[in-house]
């Protein structure tokens, strides 16, 4: 068992020491599928993006797969972004721990942008639709390899379509791998993880009339943007949106009906420079939870606000409806939600 420690505790500190070097030679705009970023669960982007400390739900599909060895039994998530520019996020997932075995996750996200008008200078106005979209499948394993040290990693499928009217898609794959460490000394949690981590993505182009690809053109241009011209050997490839998160959360107030959380956590993405994330929840008699949190060095907004309710049942379990506030700036407010069900 010691073993097992060790080699996860090797993996994260390598990843760790390696990406900084690897964030420095990427610049933003330079990796693809970033719907992969798009945080999942109005209760973690309540509290400003930080939960790979607490990672106590199914919500920890999205964050920190270690996470999933804390759900008792069985529980399922569903969440909602409405994302700037009339752009929809869909998210679901279930989680089943079973003893002695560990902890099995399924995951789906679905980005849809809606239909957008084909435009071109001989039909400014269009001539006719299109639609884009991203969509991942996860399958999560996680168990405790001692009373406070749990392990867990995501494979899933990943998919984009830019343009269903030319067939510009991409297939690929990616994982995730998560620690989540109790300390045992004043409620102090400590949680890592590696997000997005896999080769990059070629595109297939099939957008002529005739079946050719826009590299068996021969026109002398570069009409697939890889910077060669037609006839080149290869594609121009795009890496995925790598990021590492490593984060505390400590109980400041623990009494039996008023709990309080403090969160703070560093993300360092592939593509941008660190972040720094704070949050707070407050529980009342486990029922009523407030939340806020804030994010330093974000691209747009920092402050994040929401509030949850959750509903017992002896018999039925528990459900729970969180909702969550982001303010982006020039990019304007983000509404979220999400609704859970365990048992």
Known sequence: MRKLIKYAVVVVLTALWCLPGYAAETKAGTVGFKFLDIGVGARPLAMGETFVAIADDATSLFWNPAGIAQVEKFEAIAAYTSWPADIHLYSGGVVYNMPNFGAVGLSFT?????????????????RGTFTAGDWAAGLTYARFLTDR?????????????????????????????GTHYDTGYR???IGMSIMNFGPD???E??????????????????ND?????????????LPLPLSFRVGLAMDVLDL????????????????????????????YSDMLALRTGYKVNADEGGLTAGAGIKLVSETLGSVSFDYAFTDFGRLDQV?????????
């Open 110 to 126: 679905n980005l849809y942008t809606g239909e957008m008008n084909i435009t071109s200078p001989e039909f400014p106005d269009g």
């Open 149 to 177: 040290f749990s392990f867990g990693a995501t494979f899933k499928l990943i998919h984009e379509t830019l343009c269903d009217y030319g067939d510009y898609n991409v297939n690929g794959w990616a994982a995730d791998i």
């Open 187 to 189: 409620s102090i949690r």
């Open 201 to 203: 993505m070629r595109y």
């Open 205 to 222: 182009v099939d957008n002529d009339q005739d079946g050719k690809t826009s590299e068996d053109k021969i026109d002398g241009q570069d």
């Open 225 to 237: 943007g890889d910077g060669l011209v037609d006839e080149d050997p290869e594609e121009a490839t």
């Open 256 to 283: 039996e009906a008023n709990r309080v959380t403090l969160l703070a956590e560093l993300m360092h993405p592939s593509d941008n420079e660190e972040r720094y994330l704070f949050g707070a929840e407050y529980w």
């Open 335 to 343: 509404h979220r939600g999400s609704f859970s069900i365990s048992f």
